[in-house]
């Protein structure tokens, strides 16, 4: 790829980005759009009346401004902490590190190394000519140009060696300041169900005691005598909750019939596609049907006590009651009376209650399987795009398209822009599969999901965006060779040079337009037109969307692999991620604060993510380098090279000692023990005590949603729960 | 090697194991040897009375006697158990599983195999003439004599399958057996001091406060209120431990002298070597500096308080609260405030006391590289070893040693003694190398360190006499080839039948004659017999020695898988495989009943590496097959060889998975609760309570080794201690 080529991929972008963003800063501030672009604020009753007041037009909504830039720069991380949620803060950090390792990157790349590049002549480029500078290849800029054998190459190594230093010193400090924000965080809220409840599973019962409840209820009590709270058992709810489902879609057809009130619609033939037979009352049929539907539900409801899974949640009385269950083996049988931390209550996934000890172990096995299998046959599309970079081969291929390709801007954005959006489309399918996948895990919560989905998305992408490009445009079959230990470095230095420009053009493309149209909400917005289009003024409550970490967070990261694998190979890549970080640091607090709104709360558990996804890309960078030095003949270099890898992994190892017990589990001290002293005994203990026990029912089961006759025209359901 | 010289080597062998066993059956009998044959014995008061007695001449206690063999016999299980511990009936086990498995392994190998592999024609061996049978290659015995592509290598295919799954079923039973005698010990075993207590590190001492042993006191007095019962801060008593080794050593000299009374030793001349000066009486000036010593460990005594370690045994007046605070991380800082299991008190390892955790990481790194180079290096003496079993081999190299290597009986004892003989030495130096590494890596029990020690010396003896010689016999430069793991099979399929000869005939020598110098005790023997005629009839007193697990089981282990692996390969192996583990379940039973008196209980935590051992010896043989198959041309069965590791595998899992944590913990219902709600308040109780207030002192320091003046003159401390 010559440097014109990125430029007009770089200006498409450009152009695109300020589109999206000129189009943002005027349709968020007509009335209409704001249950799109700030679901989050609808929920504070000030704002829902400020917006209903400001309904008269003015020209000054029509005006493009960067007002919105100013306030979602403006708090600081203490202010976004208390309004946000660790779980928001967390991942604007991801931003922040990365600024901050590639603003060291960048410096070093673009000013020491670039410049030494560029002066190589192992390219045999006329570098004189400035005239030429558009056409010259972006290899210029690379090592490639540096001489075989320069001593120039030392400075590289240098270069590697302080960069590696910098982002580990980013990285301890970060997964510092992130432990403190969670012990803070449990410090100073108030108790909550799920700290004081575990979920038991593999509960054994026994044919002489009556059943599993009574079961948990003499287990705990005896074990537990002081501490014992409360127990629920899980029961199977899929039929209860279609019941109900269907019930609630019922009990809206009908409040529409009566809102509308118009005759034709209430009453229809009742003959063949409703234009035979005699008239009937459709609202008459419907309260009808509804009744029986009730009726189903009530006795539906009065059979659950029988449908019992061995399974409850658990509540104690104490924090440490629930640490004591939690941490020590319950059952001489360990696949019995199995406990884990219990998630929030309401983010619970009922559906996928697999239970017995085995049954889920095989479910981990299978989805094991179809992850790698997964994983392997995206190899084949990711080939296919591969081929539409490089040009001649398209034109051997297809010879009719040759008139086409030869035209100079058709060939550019196809070499520059086409397959980093076919790869896009690609990859935006396989979050919600990976989603799917966690999920028959036997995880139970949706945070617990999102964090293995978020794993497996990762290890996706890196493989087939990264690897999967790398080796394929060079040699596919030589992934049979990375199995051999010592040749990677080899290999990973002779392949990923070579697609420097396709990841500079990835970065500018698939990149930039990410967050752009994150910012826009194009997709969202045309449903809730859409939907308000057919439905009327009616539909206003619209619910705030929670960010899609296990989608979100891998894709970043990708990036920053990306800039720590070519640093020392293709500084020139370094400005575009550093914008892209720069631009998404911006964009993601706007978004957090205006539009998302979390599902739970999981304390900055993705972090450990993005610190051992860090390591990774050094490591590989580090290994590149290795061959790299090889390959360049300062083998006395690449010899030099290989304690840095190590010393990164014995860095990575010790911050998992010191930071990473603080991920799994509260300390005793501080965190359990002095808040239960603390708590011991007040009045608000009680009270809370008295929510805890029913904390855990299932929704569909609990007191709170069972109607009297009279109200039971009004949904049976929140939301949540009937999702 | 062909079947004369294997049967020279089983000769040998037999009559040195017929010459062993009847020379300890005759020595056994006497009543000076006692204290090197029944040390264990002799702690009984009724066995030394009557031992006592018994010391008249009679002429039957020279005749060679099998009575031994049916006192070993005799007990069950149940009786080793409360008579032995679980540690020894565990160890016993291993015998009892391996003969299970060799039994079903050698019926299937002897009665089926061998006739298949003996009727083939491959390597086109006249086998219609009988008569050539003691110059017949052991190769024919074996698989490389079957056909090339013939239909009954499907009967080795299924031999395999049904092999496989019949260890995986002993494993299983085993494994729960042993799981639940586990358990049974922790209900019926009274309170014991390191059930209640944990062994805390990194104790953060702030300057303000005024000592350790406050913070201690402090910390868990706040976080265990209701179940903290007292401390123990560790000191550094280095020096006040050589003090008194000292101090007793000069004490038993003085007590030599007056024993003996004679002048000539007690009044020296002072000046050069004792020949020129004045007379001096001997015992007066020791006297004189045994005071000055005994002042000396007083004061070092006094000084002690400020040399304290910041690492302190804390002690729960319930078994839940010592599991508590195990389990529930203490400290924010997850470096500080550790804890671990405390060992038993008199297990401790004091003088290996490292305490910071970055000290004690880097320790352990260390180890790792060192072992790891131990293990490579190794492989130097093994090679120049091996080179000694190909005899045309050593003629080239020795030319001037041809005409002894043409003699028959030198060539053949040669090739089929000395290669292992020599091995056998070499290995013997390890166990002892390794049991410093693992006390080095900051163990503080000897069962802790013996236990890494064991997982150390196995991998070695494993990579050392298994992979080192497979290898090195026929192309040591194929270990690089191990690292491309699609060709481990056919290299393997290709080196490991090579060798079968030399392994049948380590077996032999090495295997068998361990075994019967392990029963005559040779060495033990020599040593006592030269002591007792230096110092007298004195030095009767002899300590019990205890099983050198972490020498032994990987022996053992080692023989398994010898015959696991060999199972279908070469099944002549099998029989002496089986007559090794018979005899050595007699010996072993024998020793364990009269010699060995274990210093600790680890309740049998052993048993997981032989779990695991077999295991990899399983995959081993099942990846070589898979090799074989591919070799002999029947690609069909090399393909459904295949899933077999991995069901192995998933077995394993599913093991750890079900019994591992019975291994590494108690659970919490029978174990923990119900014991502590068992015995809370009863006045036994009570008692220990009293007791396990010291039980964690060190030895030097505690009252019960503090003496007056007037009993100063006995040792100081006891044996143990000052080990």
Redesign the interface.
């Known amino acids: 790829m010559i440097l014109s080529a990125l430029l007009v991929s770089v200006g498409i972008n450009l152009g695109l980005c300020f589109l999206n963003v000129t189009l943002y800063s005027v349709l968020r501030r007509q009335p209409f759009t704001v249950p799109v672009y700030a679901p989050r604020l609808l929920a504070n009753e000030e704002f829902r009346r400020r917006w209903g007041r400001h309904h008269h037009y003015s020209l000054e909504r029509l005006l493009p401004s960067t007002g919105w830039i100013m306030t979602a720069w403006k708090p600081t991380d203490q202010e976004l902490l208390s309004t946000l949620g660790v779980d928001a803060v967390v991942f604007m950090r991801i931003f922040v590190f990365s600024v901050k390792v590639f603003s060291v990157a960048g410096f070093i790349g673009i000013f020491i190394l670039l410049p030494i590049n560029y002066l190589g002549s192992q390219l045999e480029i006329d570098i004189s000519d400035f005239t030429n500078l558009p056409n010259q290849s972006i290899e210029s800029f690379s090592i490639a140009n540096v001489n075989n054998g320069s001593k120039w190459l030392w400075v590289h190594f240098s270069a590697i060696y302080v960069f590696s230093g910098a982002v580990c010193y980013f990285l301890y400090t970060e997964f510092g300041y992130i432990s403190s924000i969670r012990?803070e965080h449990y410090n100073s809220t108030p108790p909550q169900p799920h700290q004081f409840s575990v979920l038991v599973r593999g509960i054994p019962v026994s044919p002489d005691e009556s059943s599993c409840s009574d079961t948990v209820e003499n287990?705990f009590k005896?074990?537990?005598p002081s501490t014992y709270l409360s127990h629920a058992v899980v029961r199977r709810t899929r039929e209860l909750q279609s019941l109900i489902r269907d019930a609630n879609a019922m009990y809206n057809k009908i409040s529409n019939l009566k809102l509308k009130d118009l005759p034709e619609q209430r009453f229809v033939r009742e003959g063949l596609l409703g234009i035979f037979g005699p008239k009937v009352d459709v609202l008459f049929k419907y309260e009808e049907k509804l009744k029986e539907m009730e009726e189903n539900v009530r006795k539906e409801r009065a059979s659950l006590i029988e449908k019992e899974v061995p399974a409850a949640f658990v509540s104690f009385k104490t924090r440490?009651g629930a640490?004591?269950a939690l941490?020590?083996?319950?059952?001489?049988?360990?696949?019995e009376?199995i406990t884990e931390r219990a998630p929030e209550p309401q983010e619970i996934h009922w559906p996928f209650f697999t239970t017995s000890?085995?049954q889920r172990?095989l479910c981990q096995?299978v989805v094991f399987i179809a992850t790698v299998a997964l994983i392997i046959l995206f190899l084949i599309p990711v080939v296919l795009v591969q081929g539409l970079t490089h040009l001649d081969e398209l034109k051997a291929l297809f010879p009719f398209l040759k008139d086409i390709l030869d035209v100079a801007i058709i060939g550019q954005v196809i070499t520059g822009y086409l397959p980093s959006l076919i790869l896009y489309l690609f990859q935006s399918l396989v979050p919600p599969i990976m989603m799917l996948f966690s999920s028959m895990q036997g995880f139970i919560s949706t945070s617990q999901t999102e964090l293995t989905a978020c794993h497996k998305v990762l290890m996706f992408t890196v493989w087939n965006v990264f690897f999967a490009n790398v080796l394929s445009g060079s040699f596919l079959d030589q992934v049979?060779v990375l199995?051999?230990?010592?040749e990677i470095p080899h290999v990973l230095a002779q392949a990923v040079p070579v697609q420097a420009a396709f990841f500079i053009s990835y970065v500018v493309t698939s990149g930039w337009t990410t967050l752009s149209s994150e910012l826009c909400r194009l997709k969202p917005l045309l449903y809730y037109s859409l939907g308000r289009l057919c439905s009327g003024e009616s539909s206003s409550e619209v619910e705030a969307p929670s960010i899609p970490y296990h989608a979100e967070i891998p894709t970043i990261l990708l990036f920053g692999l990306l800039g720590v694998t070519y640093f020392f190979l293709s500084p020139l890549i370094l400005p575009f991620v550093l914008v892209y970080f720069c631009f998404g640091y911006i964009i993601f607090r706007n978004q957090v604060m205006n539009v998302y709104y979390p599902k739970y709360e999981s304390v900055g558990k993705f972090w450990p993510i993005v610190h051992y996804s860090t390591i990774f890309s050094l490591v590989l960078m580090q290994t590149i380098a290795i061959g790299v030095f090889g390959l360049k003949k300062v083998s006395s270099a690449a010899t030099w090279t290989i304690p840095l890898p190590i010393l990164t992994l014995?860095f990575n190892e010790?911050c998992r000692?010191?930071?990473?017990?603080?991920f799994k589990?509260?300390?005793?001290?501080?965190?359990?023990?002095k808040k239960d002293q603390e708590e011991q005994g007040t009045a608000s203990m009680h009270e809370f005590h008295d929510k805890l026990v029913t904390a855990y029912q299932h929704p569909s089961l609990s007191a709170r949603f069972s109607r009297s006759r009279d109200d039971l025209h009004s949904p049976l359901l929140p939301r949540s729960a009937s999702a």
Chains 1, 2 share one sequence.
């Not at 199995?483 to 010592?486: A, F, G, S, V, Y």
Request: net charge negative; aromatic share 16%; hydrophobic share 45%.
């Open positions: 012990v287990f005896e074990n537990h440490l640490a004591v941490h020590i083996q319950q059952g001489i049988n360990p696949t009376w000890f085995v172990w096995l049979n199995l051999e230990p010592k014995l010790y000692k010191r930071f990473m017990s603080m589990d509260y300390p005793l001290e501080q965190c359990l023990a």
